[in-house]
Structure formats: C-alpha cells, structure tokens
C-alpha cells in the first residue's frame, strides 16, 4: 500500500487512532492528515476535495434534510458514531471502513456524510452571501460527523466546522 501524499513536508500523524493507508485500514477514511496533503493526495490522484457548498448540496440536497440520509434521527445502525444519550451502544472505537453503514447515503448516493469522519474542504472559512463570518477566524472548513460524535451534538447537513490547514486529528480527515 502508498502512504498518503505529502505536501510542504506535512505528514498524516502516527498516534493512536490515526489511520494511513496500510495494512488492514485500506477502506478506511484517512485521518490525523493536514488539509495540505489531503489536498495534495487528492491533487496526485486526479481529483480534488469539493467545496464547502459542493459538500453540503451532495449532502442536504434540494429537500434540505437535517442529515444526509434524511430527516430521521441517528442511529448505530445509520451512521458510524459515539453513543450519546439517545443511542447508547455505539462502539466509538474509531473509524470503519468506507460504507460500512449503507443507511449513511444521501440523496446523491454520497456515503459515509453523516459519520465516520469529519471532512476537509477546499473551503476557505469566510461568510456565506448574506451571511455573517468572525473577523478573527481562520482557517478550512471540514463538515460532516465523526466517530467521536454522539447523536446527541451530530452535526446537521449545514453544521460547518473550521479547522487550522495543520491540524491533524483522529477524527477529521477525507
């Protein structure tokens, strides 16, 4: 198996619960990775990472629904994530492999928006037209759950997250 790409000498990180593409995580969403060489990664295979806007239609869709699947509250069985008050007995554990709960798809057929991992963007985090932006923020913008979310604080379809390009973590990645 590759490792992931690099860029500007930025590498996915090797603590506990980051995945790489290696042995037994090769259907595994990549984490603990800069957006820089999710970009690149992306860049060196043909693709790129979507938009922030591009990311929440494939996700919301024109219905508008709460979460990629629908409007239908999470579930273990729906979507990989933490137990929370409404849904004990998720495992939390980490990430699974890409697909892995089939009822986690949105109207476009995009798999695994509503959990697994949050995603990086190309996004740069500013105001949306019309809307309002913190001055003092900066950074990309990731969207979507992750393993370490419960149900009760999952993020909606238009729930944004901003992150710093360097930071790494096990729960954000692509």
């Known amino acids: 198996t590759k490792p992931v790409a690099t ?29 820089a060489a ?9 693709w ?19 979460y990629p699947w629908g409007d239908a509250a999470p579930s273990c069985e729906r979507t990989v994530m933490r137990g929370g008050k409404a849904t004990p007995g998720c495992d939390g554990a980490g990430t699974q492999p890409g697909g892995s709960r089939p009822l986690d798809r949105s109207w476009a057929g995009a798999l695994d928006l509503g959990g697994n991992v949050r995603e990086w963007t190309s996004s740069a985090y500013g105001a949306y037209a019309g809307g309002r932006a913190d001055a003092a923020r900066s950074g990309k913008i990731d969207r979507g759950g992750s393993f370490l979310i419960g149900s ?8 944004r997250g901003v992150d710093e ?5 096990p729960d954000l990645g692509f």
């Open 48 to 66: 790129r990472l979507p938009t922030e806007q591009e990311w929440e239609a494939a996700a919301r869709g024109e219905r508008a629904s709460r």
């Open 38 to 46: 999710a970009d690149a990664y992306c860049r060196f295979h043909g």
């Open 152 to 159: 009760d604080e999952l993020a909606n379809t238009w729930t």
């Open 7 to 35: 860029a500007r000498g930025s590498k996915p990180g090797k603590a506990k619960g980051c995945s790489e593409r290696r042995d037994g995580l090769q259907q595994h969403p990549i984490t603990c990775v800069s957006w």
């Open 165 to 169: 390009p360097g930071e790494q973590r």
